[in-house]
């Protein structure tokens, strides 16, 4: 009697793809397939907490024999933009295993994402972070918003004597007690930092989601409140610290630092740089205003290394255009090219005032564009994180009525550069 065969894999130059979209029942395997693509072990309970913000049907990837070779998805946000917020579709969980590489998964995944969002009509623009930098420019997103990696020796870290630090304080507390407290202090700041997400319960609990192997011999998160004078709390700090006594002390690495006064964000850095035993500092992922940039005495006290942020991409461009507001008033023309949502291919009037902003098509023919420029430089300063400008001056943008790209860079700039603190 002959033995039973288990059918081998297919190989990947014969094998048949399909696409498929994700069941509940197999999210497991799903997450698993995520996290292979990222070359790592899935372990099921590390990732608890993302089961509740998961969106099953946004989800979907290429099957070889009912198993995942690529993977693909999307998250609900809303985004600050400036002067207002955007529905918006965060890109998530996009891999593809290595032996189906080079094969155009990607780029099937994202056209299929792409005009997926379109149809949905209800998110304009789409966010993502990219594992590296070169891959997405290709399908339009562009660099909207740009951070630092903030560094140096806590010794040398005095502040300015004009420096206030007011007369109230800050104190250390437990996990439990700090994140109710830090909830509405972090939604009021939200409305002021173009770039950032919402966060609803469930995301909160994502966002400090601190399983032991995630913290690379790092101290679990530690939280501290500044209160004002009255005793109010209106500042809050999360952070780390790695000792490492043969390297001469320990390092503190600020994980979120935000306040509703400056006095606050004073404070909570000077904390911070005090810390007993600690002599290096660090903060991965700030923003290019970080105030410790500016309270320093001695500038060269602080290292700031270029970081990709989040990359944005218009889906619906005039009402991603109408969605935010402007600094200045304008009317300006900008023919556009889109090759992959044709829709957005164009030329469109961009009229701004007071009153907020509109969009209308162009007949060609009718008006001479005064800009030209694709889809993914449009996102890139759509957040006001890139400058026109310099896009112009790097010959990437055409400027067609002198002097034009000037006032729409002056128009599309905001008060504060733009800032995501939430991976996705």
């Known amino acids: 009697m002959a033995e039973s065969m288990t059918p081998s894999p297919t190989a990947p130059h014969l094998a048949k793809r399909d696409l498929v979209y994700l069941t509940p029942e197999r999210l497991d395997e799903f997450f698993a397939a995520v996290v292979h693509g990222f070359h790592d072990d899935y372990v099921a309970a590390k990732w608890e907490p993302h089961r509740k913000v998961f969106e099953p049907e946004r989800s979907f990837g290429f099957q070889v024999d009912g198993r995942w070779i690529s993977t693909c998805g999307a998250y609900s946000r809303r985004l600050t933009v400036p002067g207002g917020t955007v529905p918006v579709a965060a890109v998530t969980l996009v891999t593809v295993q290595p032996s189906y590489r080079r094969r155009g998964l990607l780029t099937e995944m994202m056209k299929h994402q792409l005009y997926d969002i379109y149809e949905r009509n209800a998110e304009p623009v789409a966010l993502l972070w990219a594992s590296e930098s070169a891959i997405y420019g290709r399908y339009g997103y562009g660099h909207a918003c740009p951070q630092v990696r903030l560094s140096g020796k806590t010794k040398t870290t005095a502040f300015r004597p004009d420096v206030d630090l007011g007369t109230g304080s800050v104190g250390e507390v437990e996990r439990d007690e700090a994140i109710p407290i830090i909830k509405p202090l972090h939604q009021n700041v939200l409305s002021r930092r173009v770039g950032a997400l919402n966060r609803n319960d469930d995301w909160w609990v994502v966002k400090w989601h601190d399983p032991e192997q995630w913290r690379h011999g790092s101290s679990a998160y530690r939280f501290a409140l500044h209160y004002d004078r009255r005793g109010h709390p209106d500042g809050y700090l999360a952070f780390r610290v790695k000792n490492d006594w043969s390297e001469s002390g320990a390092e503190v690495s600020v994980e979120e630092l935000d306040a509703d006064t400056a006095v606050a ?119 006001g994180g890139t400058s026109l400008a310099a896009l112009v001056r790097a010959g990437l943008v055409a400027e067609r009525t002198k002097g034009i790209a000037a006032a729409t860079a002056a128009a599309f700039g905001w008060s504060q550069p733009p800032f995501c603190p939430d991976f996705f």
Do not use: C
């Open 265 to 383: 964000r004073a404070a909570l850095w000077r904390f911070v740089l005090d810390l007993d035993l600690v002599r290096r500092f660090v903060r991965h992922n700030a923003p290019l205003d970080d105030s410790v940039r500016y309270l320093l005495a001695d500038r060269r006290a602080v290292k700031a290394e270029d970081q990709d942020g989040t990359y944005a991409r218009l889906v619906d461009v005039p009402r991603a255009l109408e969605a935010r507001r402007y600094l200045a008033d304008l009317d300006v023309t900008i023919r556009i090219e889109d090759p992959l949502l044709t829709h957005n291919t164009g030329i469109l009037r961009l009229e701004t005032g007071r009153e907020g902003a509109a969009v209308t098509r162009v007949t060609r023919g009718r008006r001479r564009p005064d800009l030209i420029m694709n889809v993914r430089d449009l996102s890139a300063i759509y957040l």
